[in-house]
């Protein structure tokens, strides 16, 4: 059974940067492709960032593009997302998951595997 746990949520001031984590266990970590999701109140849940299986290619949202970085490590089963310059509008519950190619992908249907979700907020 696959499992991904995010960590590193909170409350941030706009300008601020925060860090997500995502622990990943259950399947062979570093042959898939990862991606960050998020969902504010009342909207569909939006691709934020995702990274390919060897960390090499990654790909971003056009709203978080220059502010946001994708990384992993697959050593340790681990993909992580830097936030910074963080905005009111990034408020959002974000979610890791977890892809079926090794390959980038940026829809929904292109990932199977979803954690909890942790929730960013971003005060004014």
């Known amino acids: 059974q696959v499992r991904l746990v995010e960590s590193g949520g909170g409350l941030v001031q706009a300008g601020g940067s925060l860090r997500l984590s995502c622990a990943a266990s259950?399947?062979?970590?570093?042959?898939?492709?990862m991606g960050w999701f998020r969902q504010a109140p009342g909207k569909e849940r939006e691709f934020v960032a995702a990274?390919?299986?060897?960390?090499?290619?990654?790909y971003y949202a056009e709203s978080v593009k220059g502010r946001f970085a994708i990384s992993r490590d697959n050593a340790r089963s681990t993909v992580s997302l830097q936030m910074n310059s963080l905005k009111p509008g990034d408020t959002a519950v974000y979610y890791c998951?977890?892809?079926?190619?090794?390959?980038?992908?940026?829809?929904?249907?292109?990932?199977?595997?979803w954690g909890q979700g942790t929730q960013v907020t971003v005060s004014s």
């Open positions: 259950g399947r062979t970590f570093r042959n898939y492709a």
């Open positions: 990274v390919s299986w060897s960390g090499a290619y990654t």
């Open positions: 998951a977890g892809g079926t190619t090794s390959e980038i992908g940026t829809d929904r249907s292109e990932y199977v595997y």
